[in-house]
């Protein structure tokens, strides 16, 4: 199961944003968030969500093995990770995320995003 | 610690070029939460009495409510406020978008302006870091070019307000424009930006507001979301948006139709919500956390090019398209475009446009004064008229400064159409035969604008034979025949103006947006409630909110009589044409408002407020409300 993304219907609201940083950092800011709106305008007129579609590129690109596959989803060993940032290099979508303290975090599929999206844009398949 | 909110005000002197950042103001957050309720206080406290709305001591103020930002639906109001130059009172005006929920993540519940910069100029802020840049290189150029400007050499993750050529050059219906294609609009405040030589502001914001309850706000934010989809709106209403109630204007008379002559037009297919998904729409275009986009962004295709534009929304289709006789929805949205690039706002703009039509039909403005023979319906004549505007051009000039001011240099009877209160041009509702929504229009603080009444439903359902607060529509689904409507009852109205009139402004002190309650129905408690997991204070909404929202009334009453010299009754009278002519046409033909009823209206409007018969609160009034104001 990974998160895909329909910009047809994305409005742009951000409640994706906003759902993300709450529900794992239980904080209020859409610029932590694990996935990224970005707006088109004026031309040609569409919403894009960045989001992490489980590719493992960042896998393959940590040199110390810190990222792993659990259930389908790619989740950072922060025991082993030693804040390089290769992943964050390695990641097509640019959704490899730096926190304040220069270390790596991401999606790990909490489907809050989903949920809540009003328009229906993100789903899981 | 001041949980829902940014914590800071920020202060700039664009004169002496300073900047302070400030603890937000215990005071203000304790009584008047936020939003309007800031811009009304700040306003009356501190800008110095009598100021010229366009000289430099005049303030811009811009501020969010402590719901601004957080995690719950439409939470992206930005609220701005200055003396107003159409006005000469109280001026306020929002928007959606993205602007005011970044100030709040850069640390900034409140920004106030004063001065006047040298050159012309953009604030840039950073977070911590704000300054005042040079803008010569933008100076004359379009908002959306403006923007597009900013963000390439900013980054995209800047938001931008900006002014168009009318800010610039100070028409007195000058808008703030953000976003490609939002805008707070009304009362001219983008002139006082303006004459402050500021083109724009750019703002990047990515720190944490601190909330009460992280959890419960998560948990009932979610809640709140799923109770949005339950409405029947969601997936009635959200389609179309603003512009689905186009038709039903037309239908029960309330339509403007040529500078508001007549009520209703026969082309309304052509300029309503489904033409716009038909011909325009390439995406729904939502606000900060909306789960409702009103915004459709679309394509206009004319003989003047392809142009991206969002909207309309209903009051430009009215304002714009049937009060100047546009029929086509691409020209419609090509007006829009213009104004938007002009940085002029389209209620005023199409009201304006549609007066002076009038004056050059009745011949009170010559051909050689207007400079081309100018059209009802014509692209080309309103596209004209707007440039020669925002340029301050020949009757441009004159028109810059709104239809009263116009009036008054065009002479004739050109102030009977001249459609206005206090200055500010009448919206999209045409009220000969809804003496509430003109009740309305007469006393709301900024002039004659919608945003703080709406009471259009009721009058018409009360003009068909239903209850005096009954829901229209369902009196379309019983048969209600709007054909030939009765004339409406004005006996009962006033309650149900005052009701609204706390209501709708309710929602801008929290610094959300009132179409989740107005338009689909979402229950007030989830703002009670977001608003406890958010501040940690408990809110009555019904008691506490209401009664602020009314006391605010009160205070801009106060500030308009300080600021307008002979202010009093004589300032909430509707324009001429709407007692003395009745509608010639439509479903509403043969209806006025007499001007006895304007005068009963008042009197008991002003009774039921605490105001003497001048319209002015009483001592105590005052008092009762804890305002200490003279």
């Given at each position: 199961m990974t998160l895909s993304f329909n910009?047809?219907?994305?409005?742009?609201?951000r409640a994706c944003e906003l759902v993300c940083s709450l529900q794992n950092f239980k904080i209020i800011n859409p610029s932590k968030a694990m996935l990224r709106v970005t707006a088109q305008f004026p031309d040609p007129g569409r919403y894009d969500v960045k989001i992490?579609?489980?590719?493992g590129d960042c896998a393959e690109a940590c040199p110390t093995g810190a990222i792993h596959r659990v259930k389908g989803t790619w989740r950072i060993d922060m025991k082993k990770c030693d804040g390089c940032l290769a992943c964050v290099s390695a990641c097509p979508e640019d959704v490899m995320m730096v926190n304040d303290d220069g270390m790596p975090y991401k999606c790990i599929n909490c489907r809050q995003c989903a949920d809540v999206c009003p328009r229906d844009a993100l789903s899981f398949n | 610690m001041l949980y829902g909110y940014a914590g800071h005000t920020l202060r700039i002197d664009l004169g002496n070029g300073t900047v302070e950042k400030e603890p937000l103001k215990q005071e203000w957050v304790d009584e008047f939460i936020g939003g309007r309720g800031f811009t009304a206080k700040i306003l009356y406290d501190e800008t110095p009495p009598g100021v010229d709305p366009l000289g430099s001591d005049n303030r811009v103020v811009i501020a969010m409510g402590p719901l601004s930002g957080l995690f719950l639906p439409a939470a992206g109001k930005t609220h701005f406020a200055a003396k107003s130059p159409a006005t000469g009172g109280y001026g306020d005006s929002n928007m959606g978008g993205h602007f005011g929920v970044t100030m709040k993540y850069a640390g900034y519940d409140v920004t106030i302006l004063t001065g006047r910069a040298i050159d012309p100029s953009y604030i840039f802020i950073d977070n911590d870091t704000v300054e005042i840049r040079p803008a010569s290189h933008l100076w004359g150029k379009g908002s959306t070019e403006v923007e597009e400007i900013l963000k390439t050499d900013l980054g995209r993750e800047f938001q931008i307000l900006t002014i168009g050529e009318a800010g610039e050059r100070m028409v007195n219906f000058a808008c703030i424009s953000h976003d490609f294609g939002r805008q707070a609009g009304r009362t001219g405040i983008g002139a006082v930006l303006g004459s402050k030589n500021i083109k724009a502001i750019a703002v990047r914001g990515n720190k944490d507001i601190p909330v009460f309850d992280p959890k419960g706000l998560l948990k009932k934010g979610k809640a709140t979301y799923a109770a949005c989809r339950e409405k029947?709106?969601?997936t009635g209403w959200t389609p179309e948006g603003t512009a689905g109630i186009t038709n039903w204007c037309n239908d029960v008379g309330a339509l403007p139709t040529r500078n508001f002559a007549t009520s209703h037009c026969d082309y309304a297919d052509k300029i309503n919500g489904k033409a716009i998904l038909d011909e325009l729409k390439i995406t729904d275009k939502g606000c900060?956390?909306?789960?409702?986009?009103c915004g459709k962004y679309g394509l206009a295709k004319t003989g003047k090019g392809s142009k991206y534009v969002e909207g309309p929304e209903y009051e430009t289709l009215a304002l714009v398209g049937s009060n100047c006789e546009l029929s086509d929805i691409h020209g419609v949205a090509h007006v829009n475009w213009v104004c938007d690039e002009l940085g002029l706002d389209t209620c005023s703009a199409g009201a304006v446009v549609a007066f002076a039509l009038e004056c050059y039909e009745k011949g009170l403005i010559s051909k050689q004064e207007m400079g081309m023979e100018v059209k009802w319906g014509d692209l080309d004549s309103i596209v004209y008229l707007l440039e020669k505007i925002a340029k301050r051009e020949g009757i441009g000039d004159v028109l810059a400064d709104g239809v009263q001011k116009a009036a008054e240099k065009i002479g004739g009877d050109s102030a009977k159409f001249a459609i206005h209160v206090k200055g500010l041009e009448w919206t999209g509702y045409e009220s000969r035969n809804a003496p509430g929504m003109m009740l309305g229009y007469m006393t709301a603080d900024v002039g004659a604008h919608h945003s703080r009444c709406w009471v259009l439903g009721s009058d018409v359902a009360n003009a068909v034979g239903g209850a005096a607060d009954a829901n229209v529509h369902d009196l379309i689904s019983q048969g209600a025949d709007f054909e030939t409507i009765p004339k409406a009852d004005h006996k009962h109205v006033v309650p149900l103006v005052l009701k609204s009139q706390h209501l709708r402004p309710a929602f801008d002190i929290l610094g959300t947006c009132r179409l989740q309650y107005m338009e689909i129905?979402?229950?007030?408690r989830y703002y009670e409630e977001l608003y406890y997991h958010a501040t940690g204070k408990k809110l009555d909404f019904n008691k506490d909110l209401l009664h602020l929202s009314e006391k605010i009334w009160h205070l801009n009453r106060m500030f308009n009589r300080r600021e307008i010299p002979d202010f009093g009754r004589k300032y909430d009278y509707p324009p001429p044409r709407f007692y003395e002519?009745?509608?010639?046409?439509?479903?509403?033909?043969?209806h006025k408002v007499e001007f006895s009823v304007i005068e009963e209206m008042l009197d008991t409007y002003y009774k039921a407020r605490g105001w003497d018969e001048n319209g002015i609160p009483t001592k105590d009034t005052l008092e009762k409300f804890n305002l200490a104001v003279e």
């Open positions: 910009y047809e219907t994305c409005s742009g609201c992490c579609n489980q590719c | 029947p709106g969601f900060f956390s909306c789960p409702i986009p129905g979402l229950e007030t002519e009745p509608i010639p046409s439509g479903p509403n033909k043969g």
